[in-house]
């Protein structure tokens, strides 16, 4: 999940403005706007050469990435910023860490891997897995797009996580300092401030209300075992082994009650960093772009794919997610999936519509996965359409423009879809 700022253009317009970039870049920015002419940009990339050549990357990356937010297809401009970064080491300063750093409590402990930057106070055990993960995500999204033919822009800067030991810190900081406060979710990411943020899994509700349980049953196993000791005491020989079949019976479902919570607890955590990692790299790398606001369903529906219980492991698009796949079988068999035509205007969601969250995000998973292994060239033409549309919103009827001029007629490609997953149906029933 990750909320999208319809003034987030404004807000990173200033950042890019700030500091002392000096003359020449101000007005070189200020005059790319969303009309610019082949001629400005022309004056743009000669500007951002000649920074590169004097040896001031910081302007230069900026001129090339802002000539690539007006011309997203300028090659020039494209293999300049690829060669910048060519074996150059990420910064570690950025607004974003500053900022964050401004906002955050104390006891706080920084963590840097090659991309990441993750400030934690829980445990390092878990810090150290999360950091992995983000890796990880950053491996296999780069993977993803050279096989789907993207161009993803070079990291600006380390990223920023914040990882939280306990869940009401985490949703105090969410509410007060990125505006979520939708309750059930694990963590998100925040474009406007250009962070991810994460709660360690053992404080959710459910973790802690099952880890009671068992620490009540470990207390009956405990009771029992005394009353093995006392009835050989007394030679009560059957009634001792009575209670330690009883004991053992209890043991073997504490242990796998217990497997089943780790399972829960490591699933949730992982699936939720690939998926929150992967909005913040597809924003990064204007594989997306934070100036235009999109439909939820190509948002989601491309951030479940990275959705992994194991992430030690290849995942992604190529990849079944099984518990979203058996959760999308479920609706398809119960008829419960929205009209495409409606899916793919959805902008935002009730915080409340539990039911439509459940729809939009598993419809969108399968609808994506499909696309990604059968539309792979109008998926890719999609996504260059939306980073090609003036800045601000997007009226409904102009989404289903988009998508059409992309992928042809909604009611063709939504019965190729769906043929296909009727079709598989019968596949994941045998399995």
């Known amino acids: 999940m990750?909320?999208?700022?319809?003034?987030?253009h404004q807000d990173i317009r200033r950042r890019l403005l700030g500091g002392c970039l000096g003359l020449m870049l101000i007005l070189t920015l200020t005059s790319l706007t969303p009309t610019?002419?082949?001629?400005?940009?022309?004056?743009?990339?000669?500007?951002?050469?000649?920074?590169?050549?004097?040896?001031?990357?910081?302007?230069?990356?900026?001129?090339?990435?802002?000539?690539?937010?007006k011309a997203p297809n300028h090659e020039a401009s494209y293999r300049a910023l690829l060669r910048l970064h060519d074996g150059r080491k990420l910064?570690?300063?950025?607004?974003?860490?500053?900022a964050t750093l401004e906002v955050l409590p104390s006891g706080f402990r920084k963590h840097e891997t090659r991309r990441f930057i993750v400030l934690s106070n829980t445990n390092s055990t878990w810090t150290q897995s999360q950091a992995e993960r983000l890796e990880?995500?950053?491996?296999?999204?780069?993977?993803?797009?050279?096989?789907?033919?993207?161009?993803?822009?070079?990291?600006?800067?380390?990223?920023?996580?914040?990882?939280?030991?306990?869940?009401?810190?985490?949703?105090?900081?969410?509410r007060t300092h990125d505006d979520v406060t939708t309750q059930w979710i694990a963590g998100y990411y925040s474009p406007t401030n250009d962070r991810v943020v994460f709660y360690n899994v053992q404080s959710?509700?459910?973790v802690v209300e099952a880890r009671d349980r068992l620490a009540e049953m470990e207390r009956e196993i405990a009771d029992v075992d005394r009353d093995v000791r006392n009835a050989s005491r007394r030679g009560k020989q059957s009634e001792a082994e009575q209670l330690?079949?009883?004991?053992?019976?209890?043991?073997?479902?504490?242990?796998?009650?217990?497997s089943r919570v780790d399972a829960f607890a490591s699933r949730v955590s992982v699936s939720t960093t690939t998926h929150e990692a992967t909005h913040m790299l597809l924003f990064h790398t204007r594989v997306q772009t934070p100036f235009v606001q999109y439909p939820l369903w190509i948002c989601e529906g491309l951030a479940t794919n990275f959705e992994t219980q194991?992430?030690?492991?290849?995942?992604?698009?190529?990849?079944?997610?099984?518990?979203?796949?058996?959760?999308?079988?479920?609706?398809?068999?119960h008829d419960e999936l929205l009209p495409l035509r409606e899916l793919v205007t959805i902008g935002d969601l009730p915080g409340d519509n539990d039911d439509m969250a459940r729809v939009l995000y598993h419809q969108s998973y399968a609808l994506v996965h499909w696309m990604c292994r059968f539309?792979?060239?109008?998926?890719?033409?999609?996504?260059?359409?939306?980073?090609?549309?003036?800045?601000?919103?997007?009226?409904?009827?102009?989404?289903?423009?988009?998508?059409?001029?992309?992928?042809?007629?909604?009611?063709?490609?939504?019965?190729?879809?769906?043929?296909?997953?009727n079709q598989q149906m019968t596949v994941y029933a045998s399995e």
């Open 375 to 421: 539309r792979k060239a109008e998926l890719r033409r999609y996504l260059e359409l939306m980073c090609e549309q003036p800045e601000g919103a997007v009226h409904a009827r102009e989404h289903i423009q988009i998508f059409e001029k992309a992928f042809g007629p909604i009611s063709n490609l939504e019965r190729s879809w769906l043929r296909y997953e």
């Open 244 to 258: 330690r079949s009883l004991r053992d019976q209890y043991r073997d479902h504490v242990e796998r009650e217990s």
């Open 204 to 206: 959710n509700p459910s």
């Open 91 to 98: 910064p570690v300063e950025s607004e974003a860490l500053r």
């Open 2 to 8: 990750f909320r999208h700022d319809n003034s987030l």
């Open 136 to 174: 990880q995500t950053y491996h296999q999204f780069t993977r993803y797009c050279r096989r789907a033919g993207l161009r993803p822009l070079p990291l600006r800067h380390k990223l920023v996580c914040v990882l939280f030991d306990d869940r009401a810190s985490y949703q105090h900081f969410a």
């Open 310 to 333: 194991d992430s030690n492991q290849a995942f992604g698009p190529s990849y079944d997610f099984s518990p979203r796949r058996h959760e999308f079988i479920t609706m398809l068999e």
């Open 36 to 69: 610019a002419t082949a001629d400005v940009i022309d004056r743009a990339y000669a500007a951002a050469h000649r920074a590169e050549m004097r040896g001031d990357i910081e302007t230069a990356d900026q001129l090339y990435r802002d000539v690539l937010r």
